[in-house]
Structures are given as C-alpha cells and as structure tokens.
C-alpha cells in the first residue's frame, strides 16, 4: 500500500518529520518497505536556461547549446528536438547518475564534441514527461525543429525531447522543488488490517500512537433532487448483503483535478478521467471500493446474484471471463455485466463520453470474493480489498463522497440513493478483560491509558466504575466496524500493546522448568547425530536434497509404476519432475554425484539423513540416512589402494551400527530388495526375514542408466527408525568387567567348500562349534585353484578360543577344534585342507 | 712371570682386543680366549688353589678385579657395537618423508543441519525438548488448528503444495511451516509443555531467495503464567548466544500471524551498507523471526483452555538464519549437493555444538 505524506496529513494534524512517520509506522505494525523521497532522488538536477542552440556539426539531429546553469555556462550536447534558446529545463552535471537510463555522465565526446552535462526528459528523470503541458502547448516555438528534420507533427509529440519547465523558475533551483513531488511511503499490509488499505485507516492509527490529531469530518449527503431510475435488486444475500446505488444524470467527464492525479500518480495508478478516478482515489482514500456504470449502457435492472456455468462477460481487463459458478455476478437484463468486488464489465463502463453515471457502493462476502479472485485470477484493487473485509458500514459514505466529488467537477444532477438489502452489523462486541493485558503482555498498563487507546483506535468500552476492579472485571467493548480481525479479549490485547510499544514489553527469563534437568533429545534424534558424524568423519560431504523427485525415478526403486500411489503425488508440482514423494533418497544423491563428477570432481562421496515416504499416513514417514560413493580410481606411490567396493560401503554400514551401539553380527546378510541394486555385489541387513535394516553395495548399472549415471556407483542405506531401541535400564551402572586370566589361544582352520557356500556360514558355524570357548571367528582369506577343485574354494579361518582359569591342554584344544570342524561340516558340507 | 705382570699383561692385550673388535663374534672369541673354561684368566684362577693364603689374598681379588673389569669392558663395547650396527640400519631405513601420505577423503556437515543443533543446544539449555511431525500433512494440522480460516487470505500467503485427492475427495498437504508440530505437541502432552520442533518445509516458490523445500524451526511453550515479556527476554538471550558475535540488538514489532496473538516479528540489528549483511553492528534492522502469544483459537483446537493456560510460540527460517551467520548469498546451492560448496560452507564433525563448548 502507497500514500503521499499530504494524503496523510489530511487525516492527520502533525508535525512530525518523515523518520518519525517511518518509525511510528513501524511501532503500530506498518511494515515500511520503502519511503520515496523525491528531493533525494532528484537532488542532482536542477534547473537551468538555454541562452543558444547551435547545430552540432556532425549530427542533424544534435544540437550544441550553451546552457546558463547552476554551475556556471556550460556547452551542452543535446538531441531533445524542443531545444531551443530560452528553455527553461532540468540539467544533469558530469557525475551525476541518470536513473531512466541507468548511466552515470561522463565527459565523452558526442560525436566530436565534449558535453559538459546533460538536458533531461522526464523519462530520463522518472518523473513526469510534460508535467507542466507545456511542451504540447508550445509546439509551435519548436515545430521548426521537426519541420528542418522531416520529421511529422505526431512523430515529434511522441518523441517529445527534454522537460519544459516554467519560465519563471530561477536557474540552480532544485527541479525536486519545481515538480513538487511528494515523499511516497509504501508498507506492507497484513492480511488482518483491510482498514490499513485506506490512508484514514493508516492516519487512525498514527494518531493512537501520539504522532498527531486524527481529524476526519463527516461525509455530508448530497440530496437527490429525483429517484433513482436505476432499480436495484439483490438474488443473494449472503453474496452481497447490502448495495447502494445512485444516478448522476447530466456529467461532463474529463481529466480529473490536478491534485487528484497527482496523488493517483504518485502511488502507481494512471488517471483516466474523473469518473473512473473518483472510484479509485475513494478505494485508496478510505478503503471503499466503488463501481461506476454508464446509465446508458445499463439494460433494466441491477441486480447481484450467484453465477451460473453459462454466465461470461468481458471484464475491464478486457478479457472473457465464463463459467461464473457461485461467484457473486453483477448482472443486468443483457446478463453477466461484472463480478462483485472484484471486477467490472467493458459493456457498462464509464468513459470520456458518458453522461448518467450509475454509481455502485456495496458490500460483498469476503470469502467469496476470494474464491472468485482465485478462480478467475483477477487482480484488482476491489478484489484486495473485499477479500481482506472492508467497512460493511461504509456503504453510504462511500457514495456520498464520490456524488461530491463527482458533482463538483462532472456537474450534474444527483438522483436520491437506492439502497437494496441491509447493512451487515459488522464484528461483534468483545468482552474484553483488562487482567488479560499484564497476563498475556507482562506489562502492567493503568485502565485508564487502556481506555484511551481503545477509543483512539475507534473501539468504546463501556468501563464499569473503579470500585468494581477486579481479576474477573470485563469491558463489554463495541468493535468498530472497519476492525474484522478483533475477536476476542487477546485481539484487544495487541491492539493496547502495539500502540503503547512492544519497547515497553518487560524483558523476564522464562524460569527454569520445573523438576530435574531432562534429556530433551530423543534417542532417534541423537541416532542421527551419530550416524551423520560417523560419515562425516570417514569422508562423506552432507547434503539436502529434495523431499520430492520424479515419479518415474521413484517407480524404480519402489518396483515399478503399478506401485506408485495416489496419495504420495503432488497435484501441484512446482516443475513436473519434481511431483512424488520419494521412497528413498539414493537416486538424488546417485545424480548429485554424477552432476559433481560432471564439474570434473573425481572423488564423490555424499550422504544425507533426512525422511523418505513409503505411505502418506503421519506414522509412515522413515527416517534413513543414506550414502553414495562415486570413487575415483585410486593412484598411489605406494601401489594401488584396493578399490572403494560393496566391502569398502559394509565397513561404513558397520561403522555406523558400532556407533550407534548395534553389534553388527546380529543382523542376517540377505539378497537385495529391490531391482535397483546390483544382484550379486549388494546385500541386505535383516532382522528376521521381513525386516530390512540396512542395504549397501553396487546400484544396478540399468538403474543408474536410467537415472543418467556413469557406474559404478557404490551406496549405503540405513533405516535409523528400524535399528532397537537398547533395552531400558534402572540406572547407568554396567556390569563387571569379567577380564579373561588366561591368555588366548588362536588356531587357524581352512575349509575347502562348494562355491556357493558363503563364508559368513563358515564363520558362524565354527563359533557355534564351542560357544563357551570360541569367542571370534574371522574369515582372512579364500583361495581358489587347481589344487582345490573346480567350482571349490578354500575358506580360512581363525579361531580364538578364550580359556578361563586353568589354560587349555593340548588335548583341550583338540577337542575342541575337531567340534569346530564338525559344525562347520554339517553345516556346509566342508572338508578340512589337507 | 710374577702373577702381578700376568694381570697387568692381560688386561692391557685384552682391552685393546676389546675396544678393537669389530663385530659381535669377535667380542664373543675375546671373552672365550679370556674368560672362557680354559681362557687366560680361568686358568690363572685356577692357580690360586695351590697358593698359601696370604698370597691368595692378594692376588684372588686382583683376579676377580680383573675378570670383572674385562666382563665390564666386554658388555660395554657390545652395546657399543649394537648401537652401531642400529645406526647402520637406521640409515638405510630413511624414507623421503616428502612423499604423500594415502588419499583419505574428508568429510563435512550441511550448515543447515549444523544450524539446527546450534539452536537445539542453545533452546536445550532453556528447557526445550525436541518435537518432531510428518511433512505430508493434513489441512487440520497445517491450517485449521492454527486459526486459518477456510478461504481466509492468510492461506493464500503459503503457496500450498496438495497431494493428489484421495477417494473421499480429502487430501493431504505438505506442511507449509513447523507450526503444526506445534498443534501436534499440545494434542500429545498436557501443559507445561515447551518444545523446538525443526523441519523440512514445502512451499510453491522458487527463485534466487526461495526454494520450494526449506528448513523451519518452531518453539512453543505452555504454562499457566508465560507472558510476553518471557517471550522477549528468550528470544534476545537465544540470539545473543546464536550468532557468536560480541554484541547483537533486537527490537520488537506488531506483525499479524494467524495463529498468535498478540503477534510480532523479531528484528536484529545489522549492517547492509558494504554489501553484505553484518549483524550486530550497523543501523539496519533484518527481520529474523516471527513470534506471539498463542492464539486462544489454537489453545482451543488443541483441547487445552486459554482461560487457564498461554504461551508463546515463534518460527523461524533455518536456511536464511544460516545465511546470515556464515555469509552465504544465495539459497539455491542449499540443495545442490555440490562438493565445492559443502566443503567451503560445511562444519566439521568433531565438535559436537554446545552451549558451553561454543557453537561453532
């Protein structure tokens, strides 16, 4: 929202300079977005007079002017074609910066010869081209210009040429001064202040806040001198409770008053002419949004009523707009001729040459108008301001003030107003409880500053006498009718400590909660601490990534199109690859590795911890952390280091489960799920056969084919929400360390088994072969050969066995190692290396 | 030969053989020769037994002097030699120490994430807990709850993200904010409550200063006696600490969200005049947060009477607080996974953020 600062001294005596507007402004709530303050913006040109204009002699077009300035004669290079001697207009020095055209002047020659400045247009200034409509009404003194040039009356008028300011200015005078311009606030309206969209509303305001008198005098009606002949007729109440109307018979239209569209100018709306600019400076003067019709293109009665799919009629906008479905249509016996409160028709609008004007004021339903504004896409002024809630009482002064307006510069005879329907009543009366103030704010304001500010603001609580003061006391308090946002006792509250200040709130440390200091972090909170720095900490970079990703992509990893639901799909993506919910997040990180690698990084590792969504239900959403490596091929004076592989991923995945106090033995090695990882070089981590916990290997070369990757890419995936919770305990206390007194023994055995057998089996099957004594097993190398028999390999083994009190006997060992190899054969078929 | 001169003689011949020998073996041979069964000294002590005792006792401690002397001069000159012998190998061991070590990547966490446990430890130290809810939401949640009336402009300021309906013609949303962990919180626990809730946000924008996925962070608290004037005092002390620079200034104003009131945003004094923001120092104001007293219409959404309970609430955005306090000009890269970026604008994982060991 914009307004001048005379717009604003209207409504309000001060004398406060602009800081303290801005600052005040501020305070109440106004968010100042920008203050524009001509005098600053034109501070670099001043005016000056042209003494002669001689030909440039290079250039039909230039002339070279010696021109009287503020800093003393100057020869100035200029192109305007009214140049001429005794011109009075605006002068640029070197140095100063042009906004129109965005350059700074500098002393270059044009076309040979050194300008020592710069003669501006308006254009050149952004301000007004002929403000003054001087250089129209002198074409004359200048037509020869055009005529030598060949140039057509019209074309030299468009092409206009540099500002014609008043003879009577003296040179070096600001041109600030000359165009009086006025400083131009504009701020940002809050959804809940459609009062604020009016410059009385915002006058209002500064005056509770003690920046001056808030004056506003009462409209006065105009009487009709005849009834209106326009019938007024309202089809749907809760559309459009309540809408005046009013014939002005007998106007000349035309430009508005100078002052009117100075002002219109100023905060951004071109004048048209008086009748279309009394609806909007009435729209930004006091929040009113009003319609004008030419009388003569209406065809019987006005009336308001819901729209049907049939309806359509061109808009102002001067587009169609149809399917009008329970929308609030403005229509009349051609049909459709406007949407209420958001947009007129070009059938029945005003123009230059209307004569009976038809003025509308009513009251739309704000939800409505919203529903409509977003259906039909409409911007507009009326619009903005119906869907936020204007004054539902404002109606009939809105109507009189334009009919003044109107009368006094259209002329004309003003019919008797017709009022159809009934003002709404406007927000209910608040209880408001003066304890809320000190309890909700802190700050313990006396009843009697409440009261002012209350009133200030246009509200009237009815104060009962000081005897009756108590904790549970309220103030039945009538709401004014341009507040919609006050509700209840909490709305009262803010409107006393906005204008007192929230400088004023008192500053108290919230008190320590009560009881003993708690663990305020959960444990699947500090599980993704942990798993994150575990990562971070073996050279993984952590990334965001989007939550979405495209369907298709997901659809591979979830096994196919088929299993794509409905409830994990954006209706209203904001780009088409981005429109489902992902069930993983490797495929962002696989192509976020691959765009590195694009930018020549020849080592990627990334990982992210954040939520995928198998399901749209608020307990579905998983929390995994997950991990890609693109790795470079390793180069190394030493000799190759071994190639980060599926092992290289399952001794990061192990890294994590240590961390977070999961011992890794205890998950079972399963075949991958899902057709995006490679089928022999990735594997699972279950818990029992359904629940996966964690997968890491290759991704499948055709996955990362489609997905645009160059493989092979290696990736881990952990479901942080799917790893147990450690069993609860009454206290901290571990159990005694139970240190082994006996040194260990370590045998190792190599088995010769059947390709397909895995080694983990072997090793789990020589623990079990004595659980008491057999502490670890560890697999450290598998040989195949001639000497081992094709489609045979010969896994090794060593196995620690931890004898207790008395060390083992040779015998001991034996026996031992013999149930080692007896489990390992039942179990897998194995034969001891000979 | 008096006994005396055969002393004097051996140890002069053997001490020279001794500091002359050149390797262990010949220490080894000399120590035979001398000290061994039938080396020169045994043999002489040998002899001791046919003397009168007198004469034994004189010359029976020379000759232990002697062997004693020589086993001495023995074990010295092979420490000598080892020593040596190390030096010699030590020397051909010398490695040129110019050579790189193996390639080990490094690693480093999003400043997002970084930022998020900052303020978890500051808001942890005040008392809050760590609240967390789904991102794919309901319009209850999301809207409702928190005072947005249906086809109120307010909702028209969240350029919502709605899932494809489902039968019944109701469908879901991504949360537009953190709030509805909030409503979440209250529907869960019974007052005193006062909680931080992060998250990933979704909202319909994207340009060089929105992303359609953000990070937000809420706080809450319930009570029966929380004012204002708590709210104020919280949030200057939390910033103060957050931006780890000697002096930060906040101010105050009246803003309008639908689910507090009274409502405000929260400024932070800062500087803009050299091109980029600087905080704590200055004459600009940046806004960082918005907060209030939680609207009664919420308090009642959420079952608890705002007759006997209040409080306060504010969120903030994460990305643009991270912005602010480690100089990143743009958002886009945010979620780029970009390695150059990570690693330039990205924390380290050994120090965990806390209150007392500092933040970062």
């Known amino acids: 929202m914009k307004f001048t600062l005379p717009w604003l001294k209207d409504y309000l005596d001060t004398s406060a300079g602009l800081p303290a507007i801005l600052e005040a402004m501020t305070q109440a709530g106004l968010e100042v977005e920008e203050a524009h303050d001509p005098r600053e913006a034109l501070k670099q040109f001043t005016v000056c007079r042209i003494i002669s204009a001689a030909q440039h002699p290079n250039a039909d077009k230039l002339q070279v002017c010696q021109v009287e300035t503020v800093d003393g004669m100057k020869e100035i290079v200029c192109g305007g074609l009214n140049a001429r001697p005794g011109l009075v207009t605006a002068y640029a020095p070197i140095g100063a910066y042009i906004p129109g055209s965005g350059i700074t002047l500098a002393p270059k020659p044009v076309r040979g010869v050194v300008s020592n400045g710069m003669l501006c247009s308006g254009g050149e200034m952004k301000t007004d081209e002929d403000p003054f409509r001087l250089r129209i009404a002198r074409f004359d003194d200048w037509k020869f210009r055009a005529e030598a040039l060949g140039i057509s009356e019209e074309q030299a008028i468009a092409d206009g040429g540099i500002i014609e300011l008043p003879d009577d200015l003296k040179v070096g005078s600001p041109v600030a001064d000359a165009l009086a311009l006025d400083t131009v606030i504009d701020f940002e309206v809050t959804p809940n202040r459609p009062d604020w969209l009016g410059v009385v509303g915002i006058a209002r305001d500064l005056g509770a806040k003690g920046l001056g008198k808030f004056k506003l005098e009462p409209v006065k009606p105009v009487k009709g001198t005849f009834p209106c002949p326009v019938k007024v007729r309202i089809e749907d109440e809760s559309a459009c409770p309540v809408f005046a109307g009013r014939l002005i018979r007998g106007v000349k239209n035309k430009p508005s008053p100078d002052w009117m569209q100075k002002r219109l100018k100023a905060i951004g709306i071109n004048p048209k002419n008086m009748l279309v600019d009394v609806t909007n400076y009435i729209s930004f003067d006091r929040c009113r949004p009003l319609h004008v019709y030419d009388a003569a293109k209406l065809k019987g009665d006005v009336r308001a009523r819901l729209g049907t799919a049939q309806d359509s009629f061109v808009g102002l906008d001067g587009k169609t707009h149809s399917n009008l479905n329970e929308m609030c249509v403005i229509a009349d016996d051609s049909g459709a001729i406007g949407l209420g409160g958001v947009m007129g028709g070009e059938s029945t609008g005003c123009s230059i040459d209307t004569v009976d004007v038809f003025i509308e004021s009513a009251y739309f339903d704000a939800n409505r108008t919203a529903r409509t504004g977003r259906a039909t896409g409409i911007i507009s002024d009326a619009r903005f301001r119906n869907e936020r809630g204007i004054d539902p009482h404002s109606c009939l002064d809105g109507i009189e003030l334009a009919t003044k307006l109107i009368l006094e510069v259209c002329g004309g005879e003003a019919s008797e107003v017709v009022v159809a329907g009934k003002v709404p009543e406007g927000p209910k009366p608040v209880a408001f409880k003066p304890r809320d103030m000190k309890r909700l704010t802190g700050l313990d304001m006396p009843a009697k500053r409440m009261e002012q500010i209350l009133r200030a603001l246009g509200f009237e609580p009815i104060v009962p006498p000081k005897a009756q003061h108590d904790e549970q006391m309220i103030w039945a308090t009538k709401v004014p009718s341009w507040r919609p946002d006050v509700e209840g006792s909490a709305d009262i509250v803010e409107e006393l400590i906005r204008i007192e200040g929230y400088d004023k709130l008192p500053e108290e440390m919230l008190p320590a909660p009560e009881g003993p200091v708690r663990v305020v972090v959960t444990p699947m909170q500090n599980r993704v601490r942990v798993a994150r720095r575990v990562l971070a900490g073996r050279g993984f970079l952590e990334t965001v990534t989007w939550s979405f990703m495209h369907h298709e992509t997901a659809a591979l990893m979830i096994g196919g199109a088929n299993q794509l639901q409905d409830a994990l799909t954006i209706d209203n993506p904001i780009a088409s690859d981005l429109d489902y919910m992902r069930p993983s997040m490797l495929a962002n990180l696989a192509q976020g590795a691959q765009r590195n690698a694009d930018h020549g990084a020849d080592d990627v590792r990334l990982f992210e911890a954040g939520p995928v969504y198998p399901g749209d239900k608020p307990n579905d959403q998983r929390m995994h952390v997950a991990a890609v490596v693109k790795a470079a091929k390793g180069r190394d004076w030493q000799g190759p280091p071994p190639p980060y592989n599926a092992f290289s991923a399952k001794a990061d995945l192990f890294a994590m489960l240590i961390a977070l106090d999961q011992n890794p033995d205890k998950f079972q090695v399963g075949a991958p799920e899902g057709s995006f990882w490679h089928p022999g070089r990735a594997a699972t981590l279950r818990l029992g056969p359904k629940q996966i916990v964690a997968s890491f290997g290759e991704l499948h070369p055709q996955f990362l084919k489609q997905l645009g990757v160059d493989g092979p890419v290696l990736a881990i995936e952990l479901a942080l929400d799917a790893l147990p919770l450690p069993k609860a305990k009454a206290t901290k206390t571990r159990p005694v360390l139970d240190k082994a007194d006996q040194t260990p023994v370590r045998r190792d055995f190599a088995f010769v088994v059947e390709e397909k057998v895995p080694a983990g089996d072997i090793a789990r099957l020589a623990l079990k072969g004595d659980p008491k004594l057999v502490t670890a097993a560890r697999v450290f190398d598998v040989y195949r050969g001639a000497s081992i028999g094709e489609g045979k390999k010969s896994v090794a083994v060593e196995v620690t066995l931890q004898p207790r009190g008395a060390a083992m006997t040779d015998e001991q060992i034996e026996a031992v190692a013999q149930a080692i190899i007896k489990s390992v054969a039942k179990g897998t078929g194995a034969v001891l290396r000979g | 030969m008096a006994i005396e001169q055969q002393v004097q003689e051996i140890e002069a011949s053997a001490a020279a053989a001794i500091a002359s020998s050149s390797d262990e073996a010949a220490l080894e041979a000399i120590r035979v020769a001398e000290l061994g069964k039938k080396g020169r000294v045994s043999l002489l002590m040998r002899e001791l037994g046919g003397m009168s005792p007198e004469q034994r006792q004189v010359v029976g ?300």
């Open chain 2, 61 to 360: 401690p020379a000759l232990n002097g002697l062997k004693d002397r020589l086993t001495a001069a023995i074990t010295s000159r092979k420490a000598e030699l080892e020593l040596a012998a190390l030096n010699v190998r030590l020397e051909a061991e010398r490695e040129d120490l110019t050579l790189p070590p193996r390639y080990e990547p490094v690693g480093a966490l999003h400043p997002v994430m970084q930022v998020f446990e900052e303020l978890a430890a500051i808001f942890a130290d005040m008392g809050f807990a760590v609240a967390e809810g789904p991102d794919i939401e309901d319009d209850f949640h999301n809207f409702t709850a928190l005072n947005f009336p249906p086809g109120h402009p307010a909702r028209e300021m969240h350029d919502t993200f709605f899932m494809k309906p489902a039968a019944d013609g109701s469908r879901k949303l991504l949360r537009t904010h953190t709030s509805p962990i909030q409503v979440r919180a209250m529907l869960a626990n019974k007052p005193p409550i006062r909680v931080i809730a992060p998250g990933r946000v979704y909202r319909k924008d994207w340009d060089a200063t929105h992303t359609p996925m953000f990070h937000q962070i809420e706080g809450l608290v319930i009570d029966d006696k929380v004012h204002m004037g708590h709210l104020k005092a919280c949030l200057t002390e939390a910033f103060s600490r957050f931006f780890e620079v000697p002096n930060t200034t906040s101010r105050f104003r009246p803003h309008f969200f639908p689910f507090t009131e009274p409502s405000a945003e929260m400024d932070i004094r800062c500087d803009r005049s050299g091109g980029e923001i600087k905080v704590g120092e200055g004459n600009d104001w940046l806004e960082i947060l918005g907060c209030g007293m939680v609207h009664p219409n919420v308090l009642r959404s959420c079952n608890i009477d705002p007759e006997v309970y209040q409080g306060f609430a504010f969120g903030l955005g994460v990305d643009r607080l991270a912005m602010l306090k480690y100089g990143m000009n743009d958002l886009r890269p945010y979620f780029e996974a970009d390695v150059e970026w990570i690693k330039h604008y990205g924390f380290k994982p050994w120090l965990l953020p806390t209150v007392t060991g500092g933040l970062s």
